[in-house]
């Protein structure tokens, strides 16, 4: 049996891993021209650790996975308000989660699927046609690829959803936040090594992340009233943010000698169902949750571990795989959107009021007799 998946991202590259191990051959085409690196910091847990356990992915996850040492809210002057040391943090996400950069978990997943899969970069796929048989894409470079089945792990913007189902508008819900994320290529003196310090204010947060090993990340995540439409990045932050102290004049310079910079939307995608005949959609192409869920990783992860255990279930009947799979998945899927909607209205509120409300059970847990009963409910599990 073969796949064609199109997106080396999390969701196509845990695809073709579970797909390998079931016994099929992949073929995965990725627009960019080459592997990209970076990225944020990710909470990776609930059905994702699960899968990568079962996947045997979890070692290498661990491997690369940091603690925070120190989560530090501060005042938009830049002074302190309150802290969360590690054990709370590490109580707060519980013992099955861990911590880790995006590109991490990527070049995890690259490393055990070298050699199982051909990755085909700086290509995509312009057309789709199925029958009962077969599906036939056709690709940028002409060329037509023929498979049992098609995935479209191509993200949030993805391409084979609008070839599959119609124009992303239809499909966007549009959560009325930018984000805008970066590696610093140093970390700013304030910034203790290992630990995060974040800071709200009016409709604007920001966070810098020490990995602790030399590698830094820079967050913006700020309400669209701020944002004004063709606007570069630059420009943007430098107007959102300039009037902030602390450590955020680094961060803004450290932009500009910045790699490659995350710039979008936050927006879910709700679609009725994920897949048509031979083609499915998996990962933030079919159900993004945003990051406001902080659970899209572990969701590519889990349903592309899914995806492999209902094929393998009904072999020859790759329909009845894939009902079972969304009855499987969209349950979930579901409820992280929901949580998603939900933390929208708190995130980075606008109201002082508001903000110091939504920062209270933070605040609490980083009292000491809270902070006791949290850890040792914690240590016995
Ligand atoms: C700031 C931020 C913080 C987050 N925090 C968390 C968190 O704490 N926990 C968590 O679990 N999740 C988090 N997420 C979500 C998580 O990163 C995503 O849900 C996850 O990476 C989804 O992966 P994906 O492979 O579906 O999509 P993507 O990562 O978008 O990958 C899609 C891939 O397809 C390629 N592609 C796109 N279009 C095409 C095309 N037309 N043809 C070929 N290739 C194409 C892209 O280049 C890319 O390689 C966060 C997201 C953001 C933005």
């Known amino acids: 049996m073969r796949a064609i998946i199109i997106g080396a991202g999390i969701a196509g590259l845990a695809?073709?891993?579970?797909?390998?191990?079931?016994?099929?051959?992949?073929?995965?085409?990725?627009?960019?021209?080459?592997?990209?690196?970076?990225?944020?910091?990710?909470?990776?847990?609930?059905?994702?650790?699960?899968?990568?356990?079962?996947?045997?992915?979890?070692?290498?996850?661990?491997?690369?996975?940091?603690?925070?040492?120190?989560?530090?809210?501060?005042?938009?002057?830049?002074?302190?308000?309150?802290?969360?040391?590690?054990?709370?943090?590490?109580?707060?996400?519980?013992?099955?989660?861990?911590?880790?950069?995006?590109?991490?978990?990527?070049?995890?997943?690259?490393?055990?699927v070298e050699g199982h899969t051909e990755i085909r970069f700086g290509a995509t796929l312009t057309a789709i046609d199925q029958d009962d048989h077969a599906v036939r894409v056709t690709l940028s470079d002409d060329t037509i690829e023929e498979a049992d089945l098609l995935i479209g792990a191509d993200g949030l913007h993805s391409a084979t959803r609008a070839l599959l189902f119609g124009p992303e508008e239809d499909f966007l819900l549009d959560l009325e936040h930018k984000v805008a994320v970066f590696m610093l290529d140093r970390r700013p003196a304030a910034?203790?090594?290992?630990?995060?310090?974040?800071?709200?204010?009016?409709g604007r947060t920001a966070a810098i992340i020490s990995v602790g090993d030399g590698r830094n990340v820079a967050f913006f995540g700020y309400r669209a009233d701020h944002a004004r439409p063709d606007e570069d990045v630059t420009t943007q932050l430098e107007r959102v943010y300039g009037d902030l102290?602390?450590?955020?004049?680094?961060?803004?310079?450290?932009?500009?000698?910045?790699?490659?910079?995350?710039?979008?939307?936050?927006?879910?995608?709700?679609?009725?169902?994920?897949?048509?005949?031979?083609?499915?959609?998996?990962?933030?192409?079919?159900?993004?949750?945003?990051?406001?869920?902080?659970?899209?990783?572990?969701?590519?992860?889990?349903?592309?571990?899914?995806?492999?255990t209902e094929l393998a279930a009904h072999p020859g009947d790759i329909p009845a795989a894939l009902t079972a799979w969304e009855a499987a998945i969209r349950p979930e899927a579901e409820r992280k959107q929901k949580l998603g909607r939900r933390v929208k209205g708190v995130y980075a509120p606008a109201n002082p009021?508001?903000?110091?409300?939504?920062?209270?059970?933070?605040?609490?847990?980083?009292?000491?007799p809270v902070r006791w009963y949290m850890t040792r409910r914690f240590i016995k599990g």
């Open 15 to 112: 695809t073709a891993l579970r797909l390998h191990q079931i016994g099929w051959d992949t073929l995965i085409v990725e627009r960019a021209p080459e592997r990209r690196g970076g990225g944020y910091a990710v909470t990776f847990g609930g059905i994702g650790y699960d899968a990568a356990e079962r996947m045997g992915l979890l070692p290498d996850l661990r491997a690369s996975a940091f603690d925070t040492q120190e989560l530090v809210y501060h005042k938009s002057d830049g002074s302190r308000r309150f802290a969360l040391d590690r054990t709370t943090i590490a109580a707060t996400t519980g013992p099955r989660s861990i911590t880790i950069l995006r590109g991490d978990l990527e070049t995890a997943l690259y490393d055990k």
């Open 191 to 202: 910034i203790a090594p290992g630990a995060t310090g974040t800071l709200s204010s009016r």
């Open 245 to 308: 102290g602390w450590v955020i004049p680094e961060a803004l310079a450290g932009l500009a000698r910045a790699d490659s910079v995350y710039f979008d939307t936050i927006s879910q995608v709700v679609a009725s169902r994920w897949s048509s005949g031979r083609v499915l959609l998996l990962g933030d192409a079919a159900w993004c949750v945003t990051l406001f869920a902080g659970y899209g990783s572990a969701l590519a992860v889990g349903g592309a571990d899914r995806l492999g």
């Open 353 to 368: 009021a508001l903000l110091w409300l939504s920062l209270l059970p933070l605040r609490l847990a980083s009292l000491p």
